[in-house]
C-alpha cells in the first residue's frame, strides 16, 4: 500500500480531486461571497471591546458548561454494540471581587445538586434486529430526566409556531394532527430507523446524555449565568412531518424553553464547524479591524432584517432552525469560531426590532462577557469552563483499553463467553 500512496499515480488522483473541487465548489462560493462581502464590512462585522485585565465586575456571576464523550463500541457481541457513555458539568465562578479568576465551584457543591462527575453511563443496542428502535427508544427515555412525553415535545412546537401550540390539545387544529398520537411515545420520534447505524446510535445517545447533563443542571439551585454546550443548536427535521426527525432535537429545544425559564443564557460553541467562507470572514476582519482585533460576525437568516447571506443560502442546517449563529474570534492564533444562540432568547434580550445600533449594543455587551470567560492561557480564545469540561470527561486510549478490560473481567465473572467480546480480526493477528 506505501508504495501506491508514493507513486505519482496517486498525487495525479489528488491533483484531479483539488481541481474539480475548486472548478465546481470553490468558484461559485466565491461569487456568492462577493455578494455579501460589503454587508458583512458594514453591518454584521463588529470589534470586542474586551474588559481590561484588572476588572473587578461589579456582580461575579457562575459559568457552567456540559461536554461528553465515549465509544460505540466498549464491547462488541456479534450485532450488539455496548455504548460507554461520559459526560462532565464544570462550574466557575467569575470571582473577581476575590482576585481568584474563574475558581472552581468545588466538585461537592456540584456532584450534590447533579449527581457525580464526570458520569459514566453504558448502554447496549442492535442496529440489525428489529427492535432496533425500540431499544434505543428505550435508552433515550433511561438517559433523558424529563419523562412526560406532552411536556418534552410541546417546547418545539410553541417556538416553532410562534406560540400557537401551546398544549397538546392545539396540535389537533394543525398541520401535525395526523401524528399526534405518535408524538407522545419516544419510540416514534425516531423516524430516521433507515440511518439507524452504530454511529448514528452513538451520536444521538452522547448527544442526549449532553442535554441530560445540562438539563439536571438546569434544574439544580446552582443559577449559572451562562451554560456553555459543545456544538451547534442544529435540529434535523423530518422533510415531511416538519417536526425533529429524532428526540435529541425536542431535548434541545426543552432546554432552550426551561433555560429562558431560569434566566439563563443558553449557549453552543464549536471549534470545528461548516460555516462556508470562515476564513474569508476572518480575512475581512483583519482588514477592517486590524491585526489583533477580537471580533464577531452576525449570520442572518431569511428572517432577520436584510435577509440571509448568499453565502449561507441553501446550505443544510445554516443558520440552524430556531436559533442564531455567529461567528467570533478572540484570538488570532486560533481559527474563527461558531456559537449559537436560542432564536427566542435572541428576540427578546439582543435583538430591538427597527433599532440595529441598540441591537448591536447588547451584542457587544454578550460577547465581551464571553470574551472574559476565554482568558485562560491553556486555551486562549476559548470558553475555560468548556475547555474544563472537555479534559474532564474524554477517554484516552489507556481509559478505553482499561475499560474494555474490565469489561471482558465481568463478563468471565458472570461466566458467559469470553471470546465474543474480543476485538474483530484479532485471531489473524490483523
Given at each position: 500500500m506505501l508504495e501506491k500512496i508514493l507513486a505519482e499515480k496517486f498525487r495525479n488522483t489528488l491533483k484531479l480531486v483539488f481541481s474539480d473541487i475548486n472548478n465546481q465548489q470553490d468558484r461559485r462560493d466565491e461569487a456568492e461571497?462577493?455578494?455579501?462581502?460589503?454587508?458583512?464590512?458594514?453591518?454584521?462585522?463588529?470589534?470586542?471591546?474586551?474588559?481590561?485585565?484588572?476588572?473587578?465586575?461589579s456582580e461575579d456571576f457562575l459559568v457552567a458548561a456540559v461536554d461528553g464523550s465515549g465509544t460505540e463500541s466498549l464491547v462488541t457481541l456479534d450485532d450488539i454494540r455496548v455504548h460507554l457513555l461520559s459526560t462532565s458539568t464544570i462550574v466557575l465562578n467569575t470571582d473577581t471581587q476575590r482576585e481568584s479568576l474563574f475558581s472552581m465551584v468545588d466538585r461537592a457543591t456540584v456532584e450534590s445538586e447533579i449527581g457525580e462527575q464526570p458520569h459514566i453511563d453504558v448502554h447496549w443496542h442492535s442496529s440489525v434486529r428489529n427492535d432496533a428502535r425500540?431499544?434505543?427508544?428505550?435508552?433515550?427515555?433511561?438517559?433523558?430526566?424529563?419523562?412526560?412525553?406532552?411536556?418534552?415535545i410541546l417546547p418545539f412546537f410553541c417556538d416553532y409556531t410562534g406560540g400557537k401550540i401551546s398544549s397538546i390539545t392545539d396540535i389537533s387544529d394543525t398541520e401535525f394532527a395526523p401524528f399526534g398520537s405518535r408524538l407522545q411515545v419516544m419510540r416514534s420520534l425516531i423516524s430516521r430507523?433507515?440511518?439507524?447505524?452504530?454511529?448514528?446510535?452513538?451520536?444521538?445517545?452522547?448527544?442526549?446524555?449532553?442535554?441530560a447533563a445540562a438539563r439536571r443542571l438546569l434544574e439544580s439551585d446552582l443559577c449559572p449565568k451562562y451554560l456553555l454546550l459543545d456544538g451547534a443548536m442544529s435540529i434535523f427535521m423530518h422533510f415531511v412531518r416538519h417536526y425533529p426527525s429524532m428526540p435529541s432535537g425536542f431535548m434541545l429545544r426543552d432546554l432552550c424553553s426551561l433555560a429562558r425559564r431560569k434566566e439563563v443564557i443558553l449557549?453552543?460553541?464549536?471549534?470545528?464547524?461548516?460555516?462556508?467562507?470562515?476564513?474569508?470572514?476572518?480575512?475581512?476582519?483583519?482588514?477592517?479591524?486590524?491585526?489583533?482585533?477580537?471580533?464577531?460576525?452576525?449570520?442572518p437568516?431569511?428572517?432577520?432584517?436584510?435577509?440571509?447571506?448568499?453565502?449561507?443560502?441553501?446550505?443544510a442546517y445554516i443558520p440552524p432552525i430556531l436559533a442564531v449563529p455567529y461567528l467570533y474570534s478572540f484570538s488570532r492564533d486560533n481559527r474563527p469560531s461558531r456559537i449559537d444562540f436560542d432564536r427566542v432568547w435572541?428576540?427578546?434580550?439582543?435583538?430591538?426590532?427597527?433599532?440595529?445600533?441598540?441591537?448591536?449594543?447588547?451584542?457587544?455587551?454578550?460577547?465581551?462577557?464571553?470574551e472574559f470567560m476565554s482568558r485562560d492561557a491553556r486555551w486562549y480564545g476559548y470558553p475555560v469552563a468548556l475547555a474544563l469540561a472537555h479534559e474532564n470527561c474524554k477517554l484516552s486510549f489507556e481509559d478505553l483499553r482499561l475499560a474494555k478490560e474490565i469489561a471482558r473481567d465481568v463478563r468471565l465473572e458472570l461466566g458467559f463467553d469470553d471470546r465474543k467480546t474480543e476485538s474483530l480480526r484479532t485471531d489473524y493477528n490483523l
Open positions: 461571497f462577493v455578494k455579501d462581502e460589503a454587508r458583512i464590512r458594514e453591518k454584521l462585522l463588529a470589534r470586542i471591546h474586551a474588559f481590561p485585565s484588572d476588572t473587578v465586575l425500540e431499544k434505543m427508544a428505550e435508552s433515550l427515555a433511561e438517559i433523558y430526566p424529563l419523562k412526560d412525553m406532552v411536556s418534552l430507523t433507515q440511518t439507524l447505524t452504530n454511529a448514528a446510535v452513538h451520536e444521538e445517545l452522547r448527544k442526549v446524555s449532553e442535554y449557549c453552543a460553541v464549536s471549534k470545528n464547524h461548516t460555516i462556508p467562507f470562515a476564513h474569508r470572514i476572518a480575512s475581512v476582519a483583519k482588514e477592517e479591524l486590524g491585526e489583533g482585533a477580537k471580533w464577531f460576525c452576525h449570520l437568516s431569511k428572517e432577520d432584517p436584510g435577509g440571509g447571506l448568499h453565502i449561507i443560502e441553501d446550505r435572541w428576540s427578546e434580550n439582543i435583538f430591538v426590532d427597527g433599532d440595529p445600533q441598540a441591537t448591536r449594543e447588547n451584542e457587544l455587551a454578550l460577547f465581551r462577557e464571553l
